[in-house]
Structures are given as C-alpha cells and as structure tokens.
C-alpha cells in the first residue's frame, strides 16, 4: 500500500507458495545461468530453517551454488526482529555479493545507520566492513534514498548518489531496491566496473519510482540511464 502524497509504503504480505519453496524447487545442475540470486532471506520460511553444518538451508543452498560455479547474490527483506542473525549471518560465507538497505544492515549488526534522518556515514561504513568479515567474498551492498555504498573484500568503496527525482513524478517506492539490485546485477553479469553497475542500479531505481507497482514503468538499461542524464544526481555524502 503506498501513500499517495509521500510515496511511502507499507507491505501486507501472504507466505503463499514463498513457504514452501525450497532447494529441491529449482534444479541448479541443469542451469546454465551466471548468477544465481535468492530473494528474499527472511521471506521463505523453509530455506530460513536451520541445516546442521551450514546455520540455514538457504546457506547449504548457496554453498552447493557456488560448488556449481555460480556467483550467488542475496537480497534481505525489512524486519524488525532478532531473527537476521539467526537466517541472514550464517549465508555470508557463501556469498559473492549482498544487498541490503540500511534498515536492513543495522539489523544485522544491531546499529543504527540512519540518524536524525541522515545516514551516519562512518556507522554505514563499519556496517559494510564488519559484512565482509563475517564471510561475503565479493561485494557487500548497502542502499538507501541518497544512493549506494559497494564495499570489496579487496579495499574498495564505492559511493554513487541516486538520482534528483522530482517529486511530482515518484509514484511510489515499491519494487525500488528490486529494480536497483536488477540494474546493478545486469553490469555485474556483462563484467562492467562496479563504479558503472552502482550507475545502472540507481536509474534503474529511480525508473521503478515513476508507477505505483513494482515494474510497471522499469524500461531496458538505455532508458533508464537517460534519466541520470535528465535529471542529475544528488550531492555525494562520502
């Protein structure tokens, strides 16, 4: 349900056959696929369910992706509980890239990212360091309204701002971090920098903004970039 007048949303959400999807749901040894990318952790009741040797199923699920040469990707549900440590900490060593919002990476960590409505920069940093070393190989992403942080395992920091949206043509913020972590996987998966996937994943975004549902205005990768053109970019906050 989104607000007419601020775009913000509110989910109301039935399980449905979310859970009762499971490993043996997909068959990844026929897949001839670059990515395999799960989502969302904290959503699927079965794969959130503890596996002995792996912490979760969703863990065991995404070592025996890797072993099958995919890069694994995960994207995290907002949840105000205890339970991201129990489901979303044990799949991190079987993990080439994160996403998470800073919602979503405070209650990981048990911080608060986002500070008098500001993001706390060095708090957002120590977030996306303290994911890397608790296991993910490759990229942690973190999202939020101003951009995007991607922090390697190799010592990198990337920020990219999001776009100068004007507010008489966001139409709703549902599917937003979906869209992103499309665009960004899309550069990923054509070996693009991460500087230019960052770029791909906040038009991607802000194209998703433009219609009340989840895709309905999301165009290819061309048109999505013309709006970076179009409107600009926020200031950088690091």
């Known amino acids: 349900m989104t607000v007419t007048s601020t775009g913000r949303r509110t989910f109301f959400h039935q399980r449905g056959a979310n859970a009762l999807f499971d490993a043996d749901s997909i068959s990844l040894d026929t897949c001839d696929a670059k990515i395999f990318h799960l989502g969302y952790l904290l959503l699927l009741d079965r794969l959130d369910q503890p596996s002995a040797g792996f912490g979760t199923r969703a863990a065991e699920l995404l070592q025996n992706a890797s072993k099958?040469?995919?890069?694994?990707?995960?994207?995290?549900?907002?949840?105000?509980s205890d339970r991201f440590a129990r489901v979303v900490l044990?799949?991190?060593?079987?993990?080439?890239i994160i996403f998470l919002n800073e919602f979503e990476a405070g209650q990981a960590l048990l911080v608060n990212i986002r500070r008098d409505d500001q993001i706390d920069v060095p708090v957002l940093l120590k977030a996306a360091a303290a994911l890397l070393v608790a296991g993910v190989r490759r990229w942690v992403?973190?999202?939020?309204?101003?951009?995007?942080?991607?922090?390697?395992r190799d010592g990198q920091r990337i920020f990219q701002?999001?776009?100068?949206?004007?507010?008489?043509r966001i139409a709703g913020a549902v599917g937003a971090g979906d869209a992103f972590a499309a665009?960004?996987?899309?550069?990923y998966h054509n070996d693009r920098p991460m500087e230019e996937?960052?770029?791909?994943?906040?038009?991607a975004a802000a194209a998703s903004l433009r219609h009340p549902s989840t895709s309905g205005s999301v165009e290819n990768i061309s048109a999505c970039l013309a709006l970076g053109r179009e409107f600009g970019y926020?200031?950088?906050i690091l």
């Not at 665009?183 to 550069?187: H, I, T």
């Open 234 to 236: 926020r200031d950088p």
């Open 68 to 80: 099958l040469g995919f890069i694994t990707s995960v994207d995290v549900v907002s949840e105000q």
């Open 161 to 168: 701002p999001s776009l100068k949206m004007p507010p008489n």
């Open 197 to 203: 996937c960052l770029v791909y994943g906040v038009c």
């Open 90 to 96: 044990p799949t991190l060593p079987f993990l080439d």
């Open 183 to 187: 665009g960004l996987l899309l550069g």
């Open 141 to 152: 992403i973190i999202h939020f309204p101003e951009g995007a942080l991607a922090m390697s």
